[in-house]
């Protein structure tokens, strides 16, 4: 078991910067694939991005590439989403997530472990 727990959401103006981190308990996060998630509301949950073990790999949405970056440390046991350029539609509880059980490289990815998210709000 692994428990997560995300922070660094918080209010922004469009064109900011969040920088989102997950910290993890129980376990290692180093034997984890990791992802990031958000749900806006009255919308279904999105993939983000996703990083492997190592963080030698990564991969993103479409409506992110380019402005968000996930990253990871595994001695700090911690992974991140740095936020560039964040757009109104960008607002959503971001949940971040571990343990892929598959789907690496496509839009649904599946993973074991949730954390409970944190709410990020962009105004216009």
């Known amino acids: 078991q692994v428990q997560l727990v995300e922070s660094g959401g918080g209010l922004v103006q469009a064109g900011g910067s969040l920088r989102l981190s997950c910290a993890a308990s129980?376990?290692?996060?180093?034997?984890?694939?990791m992802g990031w998630f958000r749900q806006a509301p009255g919308k279904e949950r999105e993939f983000v991005a996703a990083?492997?073990?190592?963080?030698?790999?990564?991969y993103y949405a479409d409506s992110v590439k380019g402005r968000f970056t996930i990253s990871r440390d595994n001695a700090e046991n911690t992974l991140y989403l740095q936020m560039n350029t964040l757009k109104p539609e960008d607002t959503a509880v971001y949940s971040c997530?571990?343990?892929?059980?598959?789907?690496?490289?496509?839009?649904?990815?599946?993973?074991?472990?949730w954390g409970q998210g944190t709410q990020v709000t962009v105004s216009s």
């Open positions: 990083v492997t073990v190592t963080g030698g790999n990564t």
């Open positions: 129980g376990r290692p996060l180093r034997t984890y694939a």
């Open positions: 997530a571990a343990e892929l059980l598959s789907g690496w490289g496509t839009l649904d990815p599946k993973f074991g472990f």
